[in-house]
């Protein structure tokens, strides 16, 4: 089983993509668990990004530049390491056992500030040839987990872009649901 790693400037609807996909393998009948991330906004504004389990709709603030949290910095944001070791590892472990799909929106410089988080991907994307991952990262992020994710022979790269972000996500479905009927 492979690995989509769906990658793309800020804002150019790497996570639409990933739920545009969601859909598609769920209207199949399988079952699609992990974590999204999305952005708090309060009058135009983004104020920070919310963590939630596909499986359960639980969610946690991930960072905020408004709400008081003691983690560390990124930018303007205070990331919230408690919520993304707990919930967020929660999610990708729940994926990769109950699971047909197991999905990581996503791994950025917020969440790879968490060792726990880190393992998890790991564990649940890298060491998991049995299911397929669909995972965003940024465009530009240098990390050693990123590196691997990027060299690892099962991954396969696309980018989303103004051009092709109507119809990629039907094209990274197609895919998967391939696999997935294959196996």
């Not at 209207?27 to 104020?47: A, D, Q, W």
């Not at 965003?136 to 022979?153: F, G, M, Q, W």
Request: hydrophobic share 35%; glycine share 8%; charged share 25%.
């Amino acid at each position: 089983m492979g690995i989509w790693l769906i990658t793309g400037e800020p804002g150019a609807g790497k996570s639409t993509a990933i739920s545009k996909i969601l859909l598609q393998i769920r209207s199949h009948g399988y079952t699609v668990g992990g974590m999204l991330t999305r952005e708090v906004r309060n009058r135009g504004e983004r104020e920070g990004f919310l963590i939630t389990d596909i499986s359960t709709e639980e969610t946690m603030n991930l960072a905020s530049s408004v709400i008081p949290i003691s983690g560390p910095r990124v930018g303007k944001y205070r990331v919230d390491l408690k919520s993304l070791s707990t919930l967020g590892v929660r999610a990708l472990h729940h994926a990769k056992e109950k699971s047909d799909t197991v999905v990581c929106d996503e791994i950025g410089p917020m969440e790879l500030l968490s060792p726990e988080f880190r393992k998890c991907v790991s564990d649940c994307v890298l060491n998991t040839p049995n299911k397929p991952s669909i995972c965003t990262v940024h465009k530009r992020l240098a990390d050693p987990l990123i590196d691997e994710l990027r060299n690892s022979e099962r991954t396969k790269i696309y980018e989303v872009t103004f051009e092709n972000r109507e119809k990629l996500p039907g094209e990274i479905a197609g895919e998967v649901l391939s696999s997935l009927e294959q196996s």
